[in-house]
Protein backbone atom coordinates (compact mmCIF):
# COMPACT_ATOMS: atom_id res chain seq x y z
CA UNK A 1 0.00 0.00 0.00
CA UNK A 2 2.72 2.28 0.24
CA UNK A 3 2.06 3.56 -3.50
CA UNK A 4 -1.15 4.68 -2.04
CA UNK A 5 0.89 7.92 -0.41
CA UNK A 6 2.34 8.87 -3.91
CA UNK A 7 -0.84 10.77 -4.60
CA UNK A 8 -4.24 11.57 -2.45
CA UNK A 9 -6.13 9.43 -0.52
CA UNK A 10 -9.36 10.41 -2.72
CA UNK A 11 -7.57 9.04 -6.33
CA UNK A 12 -7.53 5.61 -4.96
CA UNK A 13 -10.60 4.59 -4.67
CA UNK A 14 -9.55 0.81 -4.01
CA UNK A 15 -7.93 2.02 -1.10
CA UNK A 16 -11.48 3.73 -0.15
CA UNK A 17 -13.21 0.81 -1.03
CA UNK A 18 -10.44 -1.44 1.29
CA UNK A 19 -11.40 0.66 4.38
CA UNK A 20 -15.45 0.17 3.84
CA UNK A 21 -14.67 -3.36 3.80
CA UNK A 22 -12.30 -3.63 7.54
CA UNK A 23 -14.91 -1.44 8.67
CA UNK A 24 -17.67 -3.99 7.69
CA UNK A 25 -15.24 -6.70 8.97
CA UNK A 26 -15.34 -8.49 5.08
CA UNK A 27 -13.65 -12.16 5.54
CA UNK A 28 -12.41 -11.80 1.60
CA UNK A 29 -10.16 -8.85 2.71
CA UNK A 30 -8.88 -9.85 6.01
CA UNK A 31 -7.75 -12.75 4.42
CA UNK A 32 -5.49 -10.50 1.93
CA UNK A 33 -3.76 -9.38 5.43
CA UNK A 34 -1.15 -11.87 7.04
CA UNK A 35 -3.33 -11.17 10.35
CA UNK A 36 -6.34 -10.04 11.20
CA UNK A 37 -5.87 -6.61 13.38
CA UNK A 38 -9.29 -6.70 14.11
CA UNK A 39 -9.96 -10.33 15.75
CA UNK A 40 -12.56 -9.76 17.70
CA UNK A 41 -14.66 -6.62 15.83
CA UNK A 42 -14.51 -4.51 12.87
CA UNK A 43 -12.88 -1.38 14.08
CA UNK A 44 -15.77 2.08 13.85
CA UNK A 45 -13.20 4.14 12.20
CA UNK A 46 -10.15 4.00 10.41
CA UNK A 47 -7.09 6.37 9.17
CA UNK A 48 -4.02 6.54 8.07
CA UNK A 49 -0.96 8.34 8.52
CA UNK A 50 2.72 8.99 6.80
CA UNK A 51 6.06 8.08 8.09
CA UNK A 52 9.46 8.36 6.82
CA UNK A 53 11.51 5.07 7.35
CA UNK A 54 15.04 5.11 7.10
CA UNK A 55 17.67 2.46 8.20
CA UNK A 56 18.94 2.37 12.15
CA UNK A 57 23.06 2.89 12.53
CA UNK A 58 25.27 -0.36 13.51
CA UNK A 59 25.20 0.64 16.83
CA UNK A 60 21.53 0.96 17.17
CA UNK A 61 20.95 -2.22 15.60
CA UNK A 62 23.20 -3.99 17.82
CA UNK A 63 22.02 -2.33 21.04
CA UNK A 64 17.82 -2.64 20.15
CA UNK A 65 18.11 -5.00 17.27
CA UNK A 66 15.99 -2.51 15.46
CA UNK A 67 16.56 -2.10 11.28
CA UNK A 68 14.21 1.14 10.84
CA UNK A 69 13.05 4.18 12.62
CA UNK A 70 10.33 5.80 11.51
CA UNK A 71 9.48 10.02 11.47
CA UNK A 72 6.40 10.42 11.33
CA UNK A 73 4.92 13.01 8.47
CA UNK A 74 1.34 13.65 9.15
CA UNK A 75 -2.04 12.63 8.31
CA UNK A 76 -2.33 11.02 4.74
CA UNK A 77 -6.38 9.90 5.14
CA UNK A 78 -8.81 11.46 7.67
CA UNK A 79 -10.90 9.54 10.57
CA UNK A 80 -13.47 7.80 8.45
CA UNK A 81 -16.86 5.42 9.49
CA UNK A 82 -19.40 3.69 7.92
CA UNK A 83 -21.81 5.96 9.36
CA UNK A 84 -21.45 9.29 10.79
CA UNK A 85 -17.94 10.14 12.52
CA UNK A 86 -15.81 12.63 10.70
CA UNK A 87 -16.30 11.35 7.08
CA UNK A 88 -18.71 8.80 6.34
CA UNK A 89 -17.43 6.26 3.72
CA UNK A 90 -21.09 5.44 2.67
Known sequence: MWFAALSRYEQNPWLL?????LLE????????????????TPPRYIRAVVYD???????????????????????YMPAVSLRGGEQALK
Not at 56 to 67: E, I, L, N, Y
Open 17 to 21: NFCAR
Open 25 to 40: GSPEVLALLQRNPFPH
Open 53 to 75: YHFTSFTTRQKTGAWWRREFKGL
